[in-house]
């Protein structure tokens, strides 16, 4: 379900009127997710959990979404279908049950978390420019990466559009003769936005693994396979979206 007006949920909860329930959040008595809230915030009725004063609403949900993580294998595109006939996502979550879709991309040659889900207003938050939830990447390049290099992508490259790359956070995890294995933090998703940064500076990439997604890591699911998040997991994701999307946090992540 899309984000509500607290009030709005709560009036139409019968818990109280909607003014009632403006009066109680202006008093600090409301909190969604166990955070204070204020007028004007908003809440996903399907997941968030709002109290007042300490006592939990209980939310009646009219529909209940579902919410994946596939271990994308390399050799898979991240699309609905293909008109050539190449292997897809979709392939993988035959079992689901129901309709899916991926929440971002990776491409053909890449592999790892990819997250799938049949709530589009959730897709849209984490995919929304504004959201900037972090994501992990495992990186590995040849030649051996120079601490030039690195500087460099670290603090944001011109692409071959001529857009510049907002600063990442990059960590060396193998260093070795003729290949350098780094592990990447991105808030932002241009197309194939590691491989061109690497080519910007004169790296190839020959593996890319995404490990994580803001708060959610893939584990040790086995590639092919895709499990259920667990409720504070979408929880997770979405607080992480929305601190994000502020500008406080924006300023910070640049830092």
């Not at 409301?30 to 908003?42: A, I, Q, W, Y």
């Not at 857009?163 to 003769?177: N, S």
């Not at 491989?195 to 020959?206: D, H, P, S, T, Y």
């Amino acid at each position: 379900m899309a984000q509500q007006r607290i009030q709005k949920v709560l009036s139409d909860q019968g818990v109280c009127s909607r003014r009632a329930a403006e009066r109680l959040i202006e008093e600090g008595r409301v909190k969604v997710n166990g955070h204070p809230v204020t007028l004007g915030d908003k809440m996903d009725p399907d997941f968030d959990k709002v109290s007042i004063d300490g006592k939990n609403v209980r939310v009646v949900r009219k529909r209940q979404y579902i919410y994946i993580m596939l271990h994308k294998p390399r050799g898979y595109i991240t699309t609905a279908s293909d008109e050539h006939g190449r292997k897809t996502v979709m392939d993988l979550v035959q079992g689901v049950g129901r309709r899916v879709y991926p929440v971002g991309r990776l491409d053909k040659d890449s592999e790892g978390l990819l997250l799938m889900t049949d709530d589009g207003a959730f897709a849209n938050l984490l995919t929304h420019p504004s959201g900037g939830v972090g994501k992990l990447y495992r990186v590995t390049v040849r030649p051996r990466a120079t601490e030039e290099q690195i500087v460099k992508m670290a603090s944001g490259v011109v692409l071959d559009d001529g857009v510049k790359t907002a600063p990442a956070v990059i960590h060396v995890a193998t260093d070795e003769p003729g290949r350098t294995v780094l592990e990447i933090t991105l808030h932002e998703g241009r197309n194939r936005q590691i491989r061109r940064m690497c080519e910007a500076v004169g790296l190839e990439v020959i593996r890319l693994k995404r490990s994580a997604e803001g708060p959610v890591k893939l584990g040790m699911l086995p590639p092919g396979e895709w499990r259920e998040l667990k409720r504070s997991e979408v929880t997770a994701l979405r607080n992480a979206a929305a601190r994000a999307s502020r500008p406080a946090d924006r300023r910070n992540q640049d830092d």
